[in-house]
């Protein structure tokens, strides 16, 4: 229960003076003079102090308990963003709690080579310098590459040392890096040996801005508004034609049949017969398959083999020419005849011009559709055949099913497991070859002489087959996410036995988004337990999405994107990381500044707390205090609290446990506790000033270490200025509460003494009496718990509403006061009788209310009797009449109100 009108006095003047403490000078003058909180001021400080104790580094005690987790790695190209910032700290919290309870932590660092992001920036690079990578060659290219990772990959490294995130940074790992590419050639030639990988031509996803094949997963798809063209196709022969619907009739220079369902009464007569395609005159045969689809358009439909995924396979089935009219980068090539040469957009005008003009062109009519777009670019995608190098994934799925099916791998939330599933059970051949130069080259070589395929990890000397030293390499390198499938045992030192490897393998869990759940999470399912003999991890955390405030996607373009360097800057990185989390309470969260705010004003709030605790206690060695109620409730709340944090945190219910703690430090602690424990850090006793000091010390401790995982850079300065000696508070005991120290019946007692307070504080707000003015109450309850908890602890009711218990009653009539003016507030199980005529002026106060009931009658008279005519009702507006109506609501409960309250006080 939170007074939030004593929220502010913890760190107030009158308090700052330093008493005699265990503190060294130091320590209390640093305090005396950082009267405020400055995020600034601490957090490069204390992460470089981590660094160098090297903290983050595993010590790889195989007597401990191991816990690893692998940081989903950037691309070098990256910088931190709001996902980012979410994530890591998400995977922070874990590895900073099992730090604290003894496990033996690695926390994988590195970055991905990101082939297609990378590449493009280094193209843009050079294209500033009026080179393209062709004209510089393979070589130089891969050059002018490694040279900006130098430059610039480590930028979202050192972002995120400014989060807070305890990496092992000594540790870091490249998916380019020698030991790495060691893993992803063993992997490749395993797979390519067991007959998994091979080389097709096939139709694949093609970026005509990148010049790369991609996988369906890396397509991404966006709503167009396009013209969807009916188009005549003469019969051959006879007088009629045959109208398909296309919306992109510049694929038409490629068609090589038109299909018609063979059940379509329409249609069924054309069925081979040949159709003359316009513009071109090829002659082209009508097929029928039951793949066409009778309502749409006209019912029949052109077949582009060459140039439509479902085209492709019509053609496969009935044997059809696979005729290519686009070239790599998005033009006509010379089978398009005069179009040749023109970009597919202005072909597309070209040819919609020719046939208006030629009399083909019916109509058009607006059409809505989903195009795939390069999730790189944002460039549309073409359909186009090319030879590539693929990879069978039904063998190596289904043990990855029986993994999530059994329980082995887990999901949180648990309906994304579905999600996982039902993509793995229906997996396709994945195209693993990328037209790129940055990457990992294809460890394949074609003998130019006997046409030998050889796949080697390393480079052959020669051909095995002829012995000829004129060996070519594959110019292809790898999909970036096929490397990226290895990193949970790739970065512990596989393909080799290591001591890491054998230790931290399988991770304990994966912290990641939903948008790479098949790109990534089931590869390395798939891969780790093909290659590692294990599953990769045992939870996989899908983070929430932080969307923009208007429910939006966050984009840097599209304006609504919100920079966590800036929330660093301005807030701190400690507020910044429990504001996301808090936030972060659903799968799809809409950002909240005010969380932020409201997380640095925790900050603040912790910040006082300690600096109260530190100037004011006398000199004590921290431990917990139980002779006192306030001392044994604030104990069992602690415990209470470190025993649900460590529930939830362990459930991955990360949103709930800062909750959690907010309410337990601001409201029980800080509200209540340290105004209680100021009575006697302030009295004579010395006894009981020790006493509360030690317990103060004590619970500040705890609750530093509570918060450590959350909080990390403030919780660790604040520990430092704690008495004697202190070691890093990182690698301090978590609190776990269980099996400590609880007190239900303490708890159940504050609460009432709270309730108590409370209703006091209300009362003498609502009569306007003055903090500072003492009062007397009455108790009257025939509860005997409740008389015995408020005679016991009436003068810690005393200081903290000052109001003094005159004494206790069974009923009001008993009371010295009954008959008199007196104000009630009720409490559980009783209720407190004020007597009037010692707080306020009788007189005064009943000629106010008086007034005060005559103005709300007088109002409401006004209000019943515009509504009570009836022209009025009639002719005003609707909502002008709903509008008085609510007022004659508000009008009536007020006045009954003040009603109740001249009764209460003067009588009826």
Same mark, same amino acid.
């Given at each position: 229960?939170?007074?939030?009108?004593?929220?502010?006095?913890?760190?107030?003047?009158?308090?700052?003076?330093?008493?005699?403490?265990?503190?060294?000078?130091?320590?209390?003058?640093?305090?005396?003079?950082?009267?405020?909180?400055?995020?600034?001021?601490?957090?490069?400080?204390?992460?470089?102090?981590?660094?160098?104790?090297?903290?983050?580094?595993?010590?790889?005690?195989?007597?401990?308990?191991?816990?690893?987790?692998?940081?989903?790695?950037?691309?070098?190209?990256?910088?931190?963003?709001?996902?980012?910032?979410?994530?890591?700290?998400?995977?922070?919290?874990?590895?900073?709690?099992?730090?604290?309870?003894?496990?033996?932590?690695?926390?994988? /660092?590195?970055?991905?080579?990101?082939?297609?992001?990378?590449?493009?920036?280094?193209?843009?690079?050079?294209?500033?310098?009026?080179? $393209?990578?062709?004209?510089?060659?393979?070589?130089?290219?891969?050059?002018?590459?490694?040279?900006?990772?130098?430059?610039?990959?480590?930028?979202?490294?050192?972002?995120?040392?400014?989060?807070?995130?305890? +990496?092992?940074?000594?540790? @870091?790992?490249?998916?380019?890096?020698?030991?790495?590419?060691?893993?992803?050639?063993?992997?490749?030639?395993?797979?390519?040996?067991?007959?998994?990988?091979?080389?097709?031509?096939?139709?694949?996803?093609? /970026?005509?801005?990148?010049?790369?094949?991609?996988?369906?997963?890396?397509?991404?798809?966006?709503?167009?508004?396009?013209?969807?063209?009916?188009?005549?196709?003469?019969?051959?022969? *006879?007088?009629?034609?045959?109208?398909?619907?296309?919306?992109?009739?510049?694929?038409?220079?490629?068609? #090589?049949?038109?299909?018609?369902?063979?059940?379509?009464?329409?249609?069924?007569?054309?069925?081979?017969? *040949?159709?003359?395609?316009?513009?071109?005159?090829?002659?082209?045969?009508?097929?029928?398959?039951?793949?066409?689809?009778?309502?749409?358009?006209?019912?029949?439909?052109?077949?582009?083999?060459?140039?439509?995924?479902?085209?492709?396979?019509?053609?496969?089935?009935?044997?059809?020419? &696979?005729?290519?009219?686009?070239?790599?980068?998005?033009?006509?090539?010379?089978?398009?005849?005069?179009?040749?040469?023109?970009?597919?957009?202005?072909?597309?005008?070209?040819?919609?011009?020719? +046939?208006?003009?030629?009399?083909?062109?019916?109509?058009?009519?607006?059409?809505?559709?989903?195009?795939?777009?390069?999730?790189?670019?944002?460039?549309?995608?073409?359909?186009?055949?090319?030879?590539?190098? =693929?990879?069978?994934?039904?063998?190596?799925?289904?043990?990855?099913?029986?993994?999530?099916?059994?329980?082995?791998?887990?999901?949180?939330?648990?309906?994304?497991?579905?999600?996982?599933?039902?993509?793995?059970?229906?997996?396709?051949?994945?195209?693993?070859?990328?037209?790129?130069?940055?990457?990992?080259?294809?460890?394949?070589?074609?003998?130019?002489?006997?046409?030998?395929?050889?796949?080697?990890?390393?480079?052959?000397?020669?051909?095995?087959?002829?012995?000829?030293?004129?060996?070519?390499?594959?110019?292809?390198?790898?999909?970036?996410?096929?490397?990226?499938?290895?990193?949970? =045992?790739?970065?512990?030192?596989? %393909?080799?036995?290591?001591?890491?490897?054998?230790?931290?393998?399988?991770?304990?869990?994966?912290?990641?988004?939903?948008?790479?759940?098949?790109?990534?999470?089931?590869?390395?399912?798939?891969?780790?337990?093909?290659?590692?003999?294990?599953?990769?991890?045992?939870?996989?955390? !899908?983070?929430?999405?932080?969307?923009?405030?208007?429910?939006?996607?966050?984009?840097?373009?599209?304006?609504?994107?919100?920079?966590?360097?800036?929330?660093?800057?301005?807030?701190?990185?400690?507020? #910044?990381?429990?504001?996301?989390?808090?936030?972060?309470?659903?799968?799809?969260?809409?950002?909240?500044?005010?969380?932020?705010?409201?997380?640095?004003?925790?900050?603040?709030?912790?910040?006082?707390?300690?600096?109260?605790?530190?100037?004011?206690?006398?000199?004590?060695?921290?431990? %917990?205090?139980?002779?006192?109620?306030?001392?044994?409730?604030?104990?069992?709340?602690?415990?209470?609290?470190?025993?649900?944090?460590?529930?939830?945190?362990?459930?991955?219910?990360?949103?709930?446990?800062?909750?959690?703690?907010?309410?337990?430090?601001?409201?029980?602690? /800080?509200?209540?506790?340290?105004?209680?424990?100021?009575?006697?850090?302030?009295?004579?006793?010395?006894?009981?000033?020790?006493?509360?000091?030690?317990?103060?010390?004590?619970?500040?401790?705890?609750?530093?270490?509570?918060?450590?995982?959350?909080?990390?850079?403030? *919780?660790?300065?604040?520990?430092?200025?704690?008495?004697?000696?202190?070691? =890093?508070?990182?690698?301090?005991?978590?609190?776990?509460?269980?099996?400590?120290?609880?007190?239900?019946?303490? @708890?159940?007692?504050?609460?009432?003494?709270?309730?108590?307070?409370?209703?006091?504080?209300?009362?003498?707000?609502?009569?306007?009496?003055? %903090?500072?003015?003492?009062?007397?109450?009455?108790?009257?309850?025939?509860?005997?718990?409740?008389?015995?908890?408020?005679?016991?602890?009436?003068?810690? !009711?005393?200081?903290?509403?000052?109001?003094?218990?005159?004494?206790?009653?069974?009923?009001?009539?008993?009371? $010295?006061?009954?008959?008199?003016?007196?104000?009630?507030?009720?409490?559980?199980?009783?209720?407190?009788?004020? %007597?009037?005529?010692?707080?306020?002026?009788?007189?005064?106060?009943?000629?106010?209310?008086?007034?005060?009931?005559?103005?709300?009658?007088?109002?409401?008279?006004?209000?019943?009797?515009?509504?009570?005519?009836?022209?009025?009702?009639?002719?005003?507006?609707? &909502?002008?009449?709903?509008?008085?109506?609510?007022?004659?609501?508000?009008?009536?409960?007020?006045?009954?109100?003040?009603?109740?309250?001249?009764?209460?006080?003067?009588?009826?």
């Amino acid at each position: 229960m939170r007074d939030f009108k004593r929220c502010d006095r913890i760190a107030s003047p009158r308090h700052e003076k330093a008493r005699a403490t265990g503190m060294n000078s130091e320590k209390t003058e640093k305090l005396k003079n950082q009267t405020r909180y400055s995020p600034a001021d601490i957090e490069s400080r204390w992460m470089d102090r981590w660094l160098d104790a090297g903290l983050f580094t595993p010590d790889e005690d195989t007597s401990r308990e191991p816990y690893c987790i692998v940081l989903p790695p950037p691309n070098v190209t990256g910088s931190l963003h709001m996902g980012h910032a979410l994530n890591a700290s998400f995977q922070d919290l874990l590895i900073r709690l099992h730090r604290m309870r003894g496990d033996d932590i690695l926390w994988v /660092c590195g970055t991905d080579h990101a082939g297609i992001a990378t590449q493009n920036q280094v193209e843009k690079q050079i294209a500033g310098e009026g080179l $393209s990578r062709h004209e510089l060659g393979r070589e130089e290219f891969e050059r002018r590459v490694w040279k900006w990772r130098d430059e610039y990959g480590s930028t979202i490294i050192s972002q995120l040392k400014r989060l807070g995130c305890s +990496l092992d940074y000594e540790g @870091e790992r490249f998916t380019l890096d020698e030991g790495y590419m060691e893993a992803v050639y063993r992997v490749f030639v395993s797979l390519y040996e067991k007959g998994y990988i091979y080389r097709d031509e096939y139709m694949v996803n093609w /970026c005509t801005r990148c010049h790369t094949a991609l996988s369906d997963l890396e397509v991404e798809h966006e709503d167009s508004e396009d013209e969807l063209y009916y188009v005549r196709y003469p019969v051959k022969g *006879t007088d009629e034609s045959l109208t398909i619907a296309t919306v992109r009739p510049e694929t038409m220079l490629g068609d #090589t049949a038109v299909a018609v369902n063979p059940r379509d009464e329409r249609y069924r007569h054309l069925i081979g017969e *040949t159709v003359i395609l316009p513009l071109v005159e090829r002659e082209i045969p009508v097929i029928g398959d039951d793949y066409v689809d009778m309502e749409f358009g006209t019912g029949a439909l052109k077949i582009t083999p060459a140039h439509d995924p479902n085209d492709f396979e019509i053609g496969k089935k009935h044997g059809l020419a &696979e005729l290519n009219v686009f070239t790599s980068d998005g033009r006509i090539n010379q089978e398009g005849g005069r179009f040749a040469g023109l970009e597919l957009g202005a072909a597309r005008e070209h040819i919609v011009h020719e +046939l208006e003009e030629e009399g083909y062109l019916e109509k058009t009519e607006p059409y809505s559709h989903s195009v795939g777009t390069c999730y790189r670019c944002s460039t549309s995608i073409e359909p186009f055949i090319s030879l590539q190098w =693929f990879m069978r994934m039904d063998e190596l799925a289904r043990p990855a099913i029986r993994a999530v099916e059994d329980g082995a791998v887990s999901f949180h939330p648990s309906r994304w497991a579905g999600v996982y599933l039902e993509w793995m059970r229906s997996i396709r051949p994945w195209c693993i070859s990328r037209q790129l130069w940055w990457g990992h080259r294809l460890p394949v070589w074609y003998c130019d002489e006997c046409g030998e395929v050889v796949v080697r990890e390393r480079q052959p000397n020669g051909c095995p087959k002829c012995h000829s030293s004129d060996l070519r390499q594959e110019e292809d390198v790898l999909d970036t996410w096929f490397s990226s499938a290895l990193w949970p =045992f790739a970065t512990l030192g596989w %393909p080799h036995d290591t001591e890491r490897l054998r230790h931290f393998y399988p991770t304990n869990v994966l912290v990641t988004a939903r948008d790479i759940i098949f790109l990534w999470v089931a590869r390395m399912v798939m891969m780790g337990m093909e290659f590692a003999g294990d599953i990769p991890y045992s939870d996989v955390i !899908i983070n929430p999405t932080i969307m923009a405030k208007d429910g939006r996607r966050m984009s840097k373009s599209l304006g609504t994107g919100v920079d966590p360097l800036d929330l660093i800057d301005n807030y701190g990185a400690d507020a #910044t990381r429990y504001g996301l989390i808090n936030m972060a309470s659903a799968q799809d969260v809409r950002f909240a500044d005010e969380r932020i705010e409201m997380s640095r004003n925790f900050c603040n709030k912790i910040y006082n707390a300690a600096r109260f605790v530190l100037m004011g206690v006398e000199e004590a060695e921290p431990r %917990p205090a139980t002779d006192a109620l306030a001392d044994r409730w604030i104990e069992s709340r602690l415990n209470a609290t470190a025993a649900e944090v460590n529930r939830l945190v362990d459930g991955y219910e990360f949103a709930e446990a800062t909750k959690l703690l907010y309410r337990f430090v601001w409201n029980e602690f /800080c509200d209540w506790y340290v105004e209680i424990a100021k009575v006697r850090l302030y009295g004579e006793d010395i006894e009981k000033k020790q006493e509360v000091s030690a317990h103060l010390l004590h619970l500040l401790d705890s609750i530093l270490r509570l918060l450590h995982p959350f909080i990390p850079f403030l *919780t660790e300065e604040l520990s430092g200025l704690m008495p004697g000696e202190r070691d =890093f508070l990182i690698r301090s005991e978590y609190p776990s509460g269980e099996g400590e120290y609880r007190d239900l019946q303490a @708890e159940n007692d504050m609460e009432l003494l709270m309730e108590t307070v409370v209703s006091l504080r209300t009362l003498r707000n609502e009569l306007r009496v003055s %903090p500072r003015k003492a009062a007397q109450a009455w108790l009257v309850t025939d509860d005997e718990r409740v008389k015995t908890v408020v005679e016991s602890n009436a003068a810690l !009711i005393e200081s903290l509403a000052n109001t003094s218990l005159a004494g206790s009653v069974g009923d009001e009539s008993e009371a $010295s006061v009954a008959g008199a003016a007196t104000a009630v507030a009720l409490i559980p199980g009783g209720k407190m009788l004020l %007597p009037l005529e010692e707080l306020i002026d009788l007189e005064q106060e009943k000629s106010r209310l008086e007034a005060a009931l005559a103005r709300k009658k007088q109002e409401l008279s006004r209000v019943e009797g515009k509504l009570a005519n009836e022209n009025f009702v009639a002719k005003a507006p609707a &909502e002008l009449v709903e509008k008085e109506e609510a007022k004659l609501e508000v009008l009536k409960r007020e006045a009954g109100e003040l009603e109740k309250q001249f009764s209460r006080y003067f009588g009826a």
